[in-house]
């Protein structure tokens, strides 16, 4: 996929210089195409290798772990490899997903291993004390980083940290990032089997050899909707300002919780038909004209003005229902898109839905159901670390260009 992709966009390139895009491959391939010039894997940026995400709810850090490393490297980076790869978690929210590393990745002819970290963005200051007491400040000099927070948090990175933050826009990253992660793995893409059958539901790999055309739903604080139609041919149709920074912060002004699993973990708990008002709740029973059965919510939140029904609902209702609403309606603008679109095949990513099986059956059964079996729902493995793999692939572009610049002055 990123070979295709990067022989679409070079060859574009020589016939239309000024349209070509910074690509990034694995393994031998040169993977540089900038004015239509290529340049090769000779110039690497100096170890560690890192990208981050800076999103408005979390933040994610993806550093790469090469397998064999000459006496420099080893001197230069052995204090922060140590300190990252002997733990799972860091300060009071730091996390590393161990179970989503990645093993025998090659970038630029070094194979290596890729560990994913994140962190809540409120808690960046700290953050960056511990990267200062740790000795991150004295091995790095250039990081590649994408989102909102790539600006907000310039300039304290480079006061604290004395650290350049080289900025990429987040949907090129977003999208590098899964083609070159789905390259790398297999078993990337899945969709759920019987997904509103608690006993039935499960994940199923999904063959995605031939991926064009796809819709791509990124669920962040916010949603921004991608039509991705071919290599390097895709163009945000759409979003909404109700994402997964809507439902945490629903959750804790309802419910008073403090983190996203706390919120998911009363979710799991909860019924939203305590809180929601329901096509039953108005017809009596299904709405058969237009194949509404009465169990669909009509209306959410639609019973709290009743006052035995809100007396009636616990916490774990309300975060129920408002799992639902959100999930309910990205589903529904998504399902118009791909209608719009002309496309059957809408993949989901972002950190909305790590460990968010209720809200990934959610969207899988509304649209195969409004769909008529039309549309599938598809999800992935590191769900929310895509744009940061994207920034780790143009680390190396960043070292190609800084290489060239020094060279035209001597």
Known sequence: LLDSLLQEICSRAAAEPESCHPVMSSG????????????????????????????????????????????????????????LTNNLAYGDSGHRDQQKQMEDVVIRNRKG??????????????????????????TLSTVCATGGGAYKFENDIRKELNMTLHKFDELDSLIGGIQFIEKNNSKELYFWENPGEDSLACKKTYDFTNP?????????????????????????????????????GLSCLLTKCKTFEEALELAAKGDNK???????????????????????????????????????????????????????????????????????????????????????????TAMEYWSNGAMKALFCEHEGYFGAVGCLLELMYVANQTTRAKNDFK
Not at 120 to 138: H, R
């Open 28 to 83: 031998s391939v040169p993977g540089i195409c900038q004015n239509g010039v290529q340049f090769g894997p000779e110039e690497l940026p100096p170890m560690p290798w890192f990208g981050m995400d800076i999103g408005g709810t979390l933040s994610k850090l993806v550093y790469f772990e090469p397998v064999n490393t000459t006496e420099e490297e080893e001197d230069r980076v052995k204090n922060i490899r140590k300190y």
């Open 113 to 138: 291993r890729i560990h994913f970290i994140r962190f809540p963005t409120n808690v960046m200051t700290p953050f960056m004390e511990l990267a200062k007491e740790k000795g991150m400040a004295e």
């Open 212 to 248: 064009y055309p796809f819709m791509l739903v990124n669920i962040g604080s916010g949603v921004s909707i991608l039509s991705v139609k071919g290599p390097g041919k895709y163009q945000r149709v759409s979003g909404t300002s109700l994402g997964g920074g809507t439902f945490l």
């Open 274 to 364: 305590k809180v929601d008002k329901l096509v039953k709740d108005i017809y009596g029973g299904d709405y058969n004209r237009f194949g509404l059965a009465g169990d669909i919510v009509a209306s959410s939140f639609g019973q709290m003005n009743i006052e035995e029904k809100f007396m009636g609902a616990a916490k774990e209702d309300l975060a129920r229902a408002t799992l639902m609403m959100i999930t309910n309606n990205i589903g529904s603008i998504a399902r118009l898109c791909c209608k719009s679109e002309g496309m059957e095949r809408c993949v989901f990513v972002g950190n909305f839905l790590r460990i968010n099986t209720i809200a990934m059956r959610s969207l899988s």
